[in-house]
């Protein structure tokens, strides 16, 4: 962690602006407040991406709240390519100031240069690639920043340091690591299934109850059983009799992949200030 922490501030020494990027299905679980620290007094924008499988009436009110709290944000679909031009326009808008100070010192041609961070699998290296418009991104997830940097070129006037800089997920809160566990944030063999079903079945009991059924050929009664009760059922009518583990992942990789619809688990805090 130390180490890691140690490579991303020295990275950061080196850019203009920091794109924070997190998981818009969990915006604030998928944040490392470490980064506060080490990004103080650097110009951040936060990309929100997989909008495609948020809820986009939620990814609204989160956008809206951290501009509130003076921390520009914007919401893309990385992996279809949409929003990738709102991260070059904001770029422009968030460091208007230091462009036109470049400008009056005489510079013309102001370069910009930027770094992705964030927790494991929000999409990092996939917004990379498109911001590069080829496939530069080394993959991986060890906390810190690949030695091998160097600046890529976009289409733009922003140069991007080819390898982002990873945090590890921080989960104090039991509820973050089960929402994070459901969004593919943390690897798999670190939680139990049943437990992320179960919570996820619980919020969408409530929401599509409909789809719900639809799926897992339940009915409406049956969604009224205790929660444990009611994964078992499901287990039944998907024909894996009593393996709840099984129908415990067939739920959450269907939740991933958007197959009930699109949630966000996250809600927006209330009082506190946005980090
Ligand atoms: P990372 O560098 O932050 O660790 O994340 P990475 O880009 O490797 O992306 C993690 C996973 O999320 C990948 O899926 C990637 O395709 C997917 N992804 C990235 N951006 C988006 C997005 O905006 N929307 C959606 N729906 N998915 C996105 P994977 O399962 O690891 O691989 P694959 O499905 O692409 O084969």
């Known amino acids: 962690m130390a180490k890691a922490r140690r490579q991303v501030t020295e990275a950061l020494k080196n850019v203009d602006i920091l794109y924070e990027i997190v998981d818009a299905r969990v915006p604030e679980s998928s944040r490392n407040p470490l980064l506060d620290e080490i990004g103080q007094g650097k110009k951040r924008l936060l990309v929100l991406n997989k909008a495609d499988l948020a809820d986009p009436a939620a990814t609204r009110a989160f956008i809206d709240y951290y501009a509130a709290h003076d921390l520009p944000a914007v919401a893309i679909d990385a992996q279809h390519s949409q929003g990738i031009q709102q991260i070059m326009s904001a770029t422009h808008r968030v460091l208007a100031e230091y462009i036109e100070r470049q400008k009056a010192k005489g510079l013309r041609n102001v370069l910009l240069r930027a770094m992705c ?111 444990p009760d009611l994964l078992m059922t499901i287990t039944a009518r998907l024909g894996f009799k009593d393996d709840y583990e099984r129908a415990s992942w067939t739920l ?16 927006v805090p209330v009082d506190d200030a946005a980090r």
Do not use: C, M
């Not at 929000?122 to 993959?139: D, E, F, H, M, Y």
């Not at 959450?252 to 809600?267: C, H, P, Q, Y």
């Open 117 to 227: 961070v964030g927790v494991p699998n929000v999409g990092k290296s996939t917004i990379l690639n498109r911001l590069a418009g080829r496939n530069i991104a080394q993959t991986g997830n060890t906390p810190g920043v690949t030695k091998s940097q160097q600046w890529i070129k976009t289409s733009s006037d922003i140069n991007l340091l080819d390898t982002p800089g990873i945090l590890w997920p921080k989960f104090d809160d039991p509820a973050v690591g089960t929402k994070l566990a459901l969004t593919g944030g943390i690897k798999d063999s670190l939680f139990h299934a049943d437990d992320v079903a179960l919570f996820a079945l619980e919020k969408l009991i409530a929401r599509v109850p409909q789809e719900l059924q639809h799926l897992y050929r339940v009915n409406a009664t049956d969604l009224t059983q205790p929660l």
């Open 252 to 267: 959450i990789n269907d939740v991933r992949k958007g197959k009930l619809g699109r949630f966000t688990w996250d809600e």
